[in-house]
């Protein structure tokens, strides 16, 4: 048993959707989320920039003693993963948001063909591929970045003829013809899971990452014995800005309004 805070962090709130599955999945655990809301987007900075900001994430989520860290964010996991891994040591485990999905593309599509979607770091990246080849080169990925998502999610544009015609242009594109299922890889794209179901007239599986992340976290935490069974302290949230938008936006992530502490990256 173990008290030690479960670390979470994202380039800003997005990756609450993350958090709420993490903290339905395991609720005798502390989560210190930390969204880097000044820095936000990720999904269209370089690789350097993004591990830069998570490695100074994480000294504060190490800092505050947390157990393990989650990257909640793709493009931080597709662009920080190994340079954190390395970086944190033996001092905290590390989990991101792709292999568990990648481990769970393989078993269950094996020489089929997917589709994912995300911003142009994770797309341009190629870590699903890459990752998903290592397990089963037979399988197919037709990917496409699809960068206005995710302002069009924050601004709660998501159940509109706009979303609709921005969905309608992103899916129909050829990458995903006759794919079984659709990763959605991005933090934020779980608001539109059912919007995504309806244009593929629910006959693929669409991929929510977060709940396949939390199952995997627990079995990490089940392997090295970290797991806590009575919660005593409360979930704390930092955010590197603050504005009211930010607030707002954790109840369209988390489901509930959760209150916002200010730590900036630099002081
Ligand atoms: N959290 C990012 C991701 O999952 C989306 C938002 C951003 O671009 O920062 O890739």
């Not at 000044?38 to 690789?47: I, R």
Request: net charge negative; aromatic share 8%; hydrophobic share 40%.
């Amino acid at each position: 048993m173990n008290k030690q805070p479960i670390g979470i962090f994202d380039s800003g709130m997005g990756g609450l959707t993350v958090a709420h599955a993490v903290s339905k999945a395991l609720p005798n655990e502390q989560l210190i989320y930390f969204g880097d809301s000044a820095h936000l987007p990720y999904g269209d900075k370089s690789a350097a920039t993004i591990q830069a900001y998570s490695i100074k994430i994480c000294d504060i989520l190490l800092e505050k003693g947390c157990k393990v860290i989650l990257i909640a964010c793709n493009s931080a996991s597709a662009a920080a993963y190994d340079l954190i891994k390395a970086y944190l040591g033996s001092k905290a485990l590390v989990l991101n948001v792709i292999d568990p999905v990648v481990e769970y593309v393989a078993n269950k599509y094996p020489q089929q063909k997917i589709g994912l979607i995300g911003t142009k770091q994770t797309v341009g990246s190629q870590v699903y591929e890459n990752q998903i080849h290592s397990k089963d080169s037979k399988i197919t990925v037709g990917s496409l970045a699809t960068p206005l998502l995710v302002p069009m999610i924050e601004e709660g544009f998501h159940k509109n003829e706009i979303s609709e015609a921005i969905i309608q242009e992103y899916l129909s594109n050829k990458s995903f013809a006759d794919i079984k299922a659709l990763i959605l890889g991005c933090t934020h794209y779980p608001l539109i899971k059912n919007k995504v179901e309806e244009y593929f007239n629910n006959e693929i599986d669409v991929i929510d990452s977060s709940e396949i992340v939390a199952e995997a976290l627990g079995k990490l935490l089940d392997q090295h014995q970290l797991k806590s069974e009575g919660r005593v302290k409360k979930n704390e949230f930092l955010v590197s800005d603050i504005t009211p938008s930010f607030e707002a936006a954790t109840a369209l992530f988390f489901g509930v309004k959760v209150p916002l502490q200010q730590h900036k990256l630099w002081e």
